[in-house]
């Protein structure tokens, strides 16, 4: 696109945007602090899954204060299902930073605001633009795919500098009068009109400015190298239940992946171990492994791994007097409490 017709491009995209947009929650506030909650939770995650998330979060949690000094396993819970728990830890420390340094005022300049814990450059570009007006750049992937076509960008958008020529593009075009439409409409487009593949280009208000249309081939672009291969780990996992009808659950480190989450006993897999030994042997534990009822067998995809997962039911026969500190057997209500990832709750469900 000529950057001559900018104007043009301005006006089509923020007239669609304002009639054609989808009716989402976080679209009928200003307020940068819900804003932000709301863009963290869309990080990685379908709008669809996050609606109900939002909506019972910003009424567990309707201010900023709320949520700057909430207990952690009550935050976690409230959290559950919705993964990438880093996101959630991030997201209430730099709140309770905004109230403790910034009198719970969210920052309106990019310096500020990309000073708090877990705001990247999409994060704060979103916010200042969205609540405040400000004219900023906020690239995700659908405005990097978008633009891609529309300017004919050939560069490889898996690579991270590539981030800056689209947030140079963005500066470029941005509507200073509709800044917060302009970039919901760039997302807007990416989400509903052009996606990866058979974007509906006849749909498109921005086809005529549209260097990828007029060529006739959108889906070459956007330009993207493949990832690196996911690593496979194997897992038993291992529903143990006491006489008293309790399950023994353990709490993953305070820090790493799914840190802090309680999940059943896990033992990876070893070619010629039995994990039933393994678990009783590392916790002292009698198991009846003979009568060890399979559960489930699944697979449970990270972003940079892939987790092979076998369940049992096994009955605790004889049990130490002192659990490790991060273990406990937990009642059935109990473990309604307690915040547990995805493959938990998914053995958990069929354990019910």
Known sequence: MNYQYTSEFRQALVEWFKKEHRDLPWRHTKDPYKIWVSEVMLQQTRVDTVIPYYNRFMD??????????????????????????????NL???????????????????????????????????????????????????????????LNIDADIALPKTKKIFEDAVMELIDPENTSAFNQGLMELGALICTPTSPKCLLCPVRDFCTAFQEGDPTTLPVKSKKVKTKNIDFDVLVIRDSEGRFLMEKRAE??????????????????????AQAQQRYNLVLDDNLAVPID??????????????SYLVDCLQAPEQLPINMKFFTKDQ???????????????KIK
Do not use: C
């Open 335 to 349: 473990i309604e409490q307690i915040p547990m990832p995805v493959p938990m709750l998914k053995i958990w469900g």
């Open 297 to 310: 067998s699944f697979k449970h995809v990270f972003s940079h791994l892939k987790w092979l997962i076998d």
């Open 255 to 276: 820090t790493g992946l799914l840190a802090n989450m309680w999940q059943f006993v896990m033992i990876e897999r070893v070619k010629d171990a039995n994990s039933f």
């Open 60 to 89: 567990k949690y309707p201010t900023s204060e709320s949520l700057a000094y909430a207990a952690e396993e009550e935050l976690l819970k409230m959290w559950e299902g919705l993964g990438y728990y880093s996101r959630v830890r």
């Open 92 to 150: 209430q420390a730099g709140v309770r930073e905004v109230v403790e340094t910034y009198g719970s005022k969210v920052p309106d300049n990019r310096h500020d605001i990309s000073k708090l814990k877990g705001v990247g450059p999409y994060t704060a570009g979103a916010i200042l633009s969205i609540a405040y007006g400000k004219p900023e750049h906020a690239v995700d992937g659908n405005v990097m795919r978008v633009l891609s076509r529309v």
